[in-house]
């Protein structure tokens, strides 16, 4: 069992994209959905995710915040398809860059599809108290606030956020 430690900001500029060293597509759907995540019927979210030419089961534990349990295998890429049509949801389009930034990789997600127009970043570390230089391009953190998980983009994407929703981080 691993421990996933991870910060997530919004992305304030375009200035990330010159450092960016490599970059994949990917399209990802949940088996469960995130009501019952959330209000505590199920305890994790189970994820299928084809990132370029391999695809993973994902599952992780429901506590929000930093620091969550995750269970991440590798499958065959026709067993995700198979159960990418069994999701609930809707799917997320993303297509991940690669940044390095003063000794840390980030993830920069722009999401595609009915996400288009959100960009975030996120940074997975090895200890919850981690120090970490936090990028000019990154914005206001979001790690803590349920909407911006993929769980929920998945059921309420950001083409249906309201005003206040976008606005509010």
């Given amino acids: ?67 969550r349990q995750e269970f991440d295998y590798l499958i065959p890429v026709e067993d995700a398809r198979g159960l990418i049509a069994l999701c609930v949801g809707g799917t997320v389009i993303k297509r991940r860059h690669y940044v390095l930034h003063e000794g840390h990789e980030w993830e920069v997600d722009e999401f595609l599809g009915d996400n288009a127009g959100l960009v975030v970043a996120e940074l997975e ?25 993929n769980l929920n983009l998945a059921s309420h994407p950001f083409s249906r956020w309201s005003a206040a929703e976008r606005e509010e981080a």
Avoid at 2 to 9: N, P, Q, S, V
Avoid at 11 to 21: I, L
């Fill in 1 to 67: 069992m691993g421990i996933e430690i991870e910060r997530k900001f919004l992305v304030v500029s375009d200035a990330w994209r010159g450092q960016a060293h490599r970059s994949i597509d990917m399209a990802q759907g949940y088996l469960n959905d995130a009501e019952s995540v959330v209000i505590g019927r199920q305890n994790t979210s189970v994820r299928v995710r084809l990132e370029g030419d391999e695809a993973r089961l994902n599952i992780k534990s429901r506590e929000m915040g930093a620091s």
């Fill in 125 to 149: 570390l090895d200890s919850i108290d981690e120090i970490f230089a936090v990028p000019a391009w990154a914005g206001a953190e979001v790690t803590h606030l349920q909407r911006y998980y």
